[in-house]
């Protein structure tokens, strides 16, 4: 896992800031603040929300966000629905999972110039 190489206002922003990586193949990250979570993933999620006050952001929903929706531990969803599809993704990567029951509460909706449409829950 490397990190940006630019120097922007964003990639500043993203180096300096803790990133937490779920893995079991990466043992030794490059990106500056980068920690490989060890151990039992929904544990140490459950020991960084009681440690830290602000939000701990996750990027896609593929089978660890889904896994964190079931055991309560994402307080917010954001879907992004792109108007291409490149023929890409399995079965994990679907919303939609048998098993996966869970009420959310619609938050907002924004659309980008590019027709990318950003949909916003809050998981009760």
Known sequence: ????????????????????????????????????LSGELVAAVRELKQKYSGPILMHGFGPIAKTLLREGLLDEIHLWYNPAFAGVGGPDDVLLTPGLNHHLTHTATRILGSGVVMLSYRAN
């Open 1 to 36: 896992m490397r990190g940006p190489i630019a120097t922007t206002p964003l990639s500043d922003r993203l180096n300096t800031m803790p990133k937490l990586v779920a893995s079991t193949h990466l043992t030794n990250p490059t990106w500056n603040n980068t920690t490989v």
